[in-house]
């Protein structure tokens, strides 16, 4: 259905908004583990609502957490390895790179999840790992810079999120409950070394409202994205929300956070992804 194709343009828009909040947020004496630990609270906070107020609950099968601590853990730690890239590295810059997360996305759901592929999809994937690959390229050889590096593995990480979301999201009544418990345990997981908490109350001060709308965004575009994942292809709806994800942060990045650096590395890597998204989607 067309809902479906427009769904993750939405998603992947209002993550790209969250990015740019966070890219403020993440300065360097600030705690990466400090900043995803408020990200994952402001997220249970507000996907609690609708979960008390439709009055949600858990699944039983205990099937229904492996895929989700999995998941979790993953995506925890592509999370800290983006903030921590964010802390080097312009908005844009790391966003072209994360888009490895197409294709492993991809990759994930042809072997995994007998989607089709095709020889334009092979192109499409070229197109990205270019795109990326012009990010790495200075003069005459590649100079993957710490942030590259951490950008890089976050990419990896994230990609695996939409085939792991697959394949637990059946257990759950909606997908409020699946996000609840998955935030859940990965707010659990930093209360086990409350160490890491160290920066909270000095980030809330600074950042207060820009963590807010952070936490709005990220959780209304993440609850969008989950929903288009339970109905759709994976790929088709990962693409889709990649592109909007893609395109809003390095545009914004450019044109409002001044980042005016290797610009036209970014612009040619940015359309690269972008050819090789349509070409994932549209043939």
């Known amino acids: 259905m067309l809902i479906y194709f427009f769904l993750p343009l939405v998603a992947g828009l209002l993550n790209g908004l969250t990015e740019i909040f966070n890219k403020s947020i993440t300065e360097k004496k600030y705690s990466a583990f400090s900043y995803s ?32 601590v999995i998941v979790v853990i993953i995506v925890f730690i592509g999370n800290i390895l983006l903030i921590r890239a964010y ?88 997908s409020t409950a699946y996000l609840v418990a998955a935030n859940i345990f990965a707010v659990s997981l930093f209360l086990l ?28 575009g993440y609850l969008i994205l989950t929903y288009a994942i339970s109905r759709a292809d994976v790929s088709v709806v990962n693409t889709n929300f990649e592109t909007a994800f893609l395109l809003s942060v390095v545009a914004i990045g450019i044109i409002f956070l001044k980042e005016k650096k290797n610009i036209k590395k970014k612009i040619a890597g940015a359309l690269f992804c972008t050819l090789g998204i349509f070409f994932l989607n549209f043939f």
């Open 37 to 68: 630990f408020l990200q994952w609270c402001g997220n249970l906070l507000i996907y609690s609502i609708p979960f008390i107020y439709f009055r949600d609950y858990f699944p039983t099968d205990y099937h229904a957490y492996i895929p989700l």
């Open 193 to 220: 070394k409350p160490t890491m908490l160290k920066d909270v109350k000095p980030i809330l001060t600074k950042h207060f409202r820009n963590y807010l709308l952070s936490r709005i965004f990220a959780a209304s």
């Open 87 to 174: 802390k080097t590295e312009d908005a844009s810059i790391v966003n072209i790179i994360s888009r490895i997360s197409l294709v492993i996305g991809f990759f994930n759901g042809v072997i995994f999840l007998s989607e089709s592929i095709t020889v334009p999809k092979v192109i499409g994937i070229l197109f990205i790992v270019f795109g990326i690959f012009i990010i790495f390229y200075h003069g005459k050889k590649l100079k993957p810079s710490l942030g590259l590096a951490l950008a890089l593995v976050s990419g990896i990480c994230f990609g695996m999120m939409s085939f792991l979301n697959k394949l637990a999201l059946p257990y759950y009544v909606s």
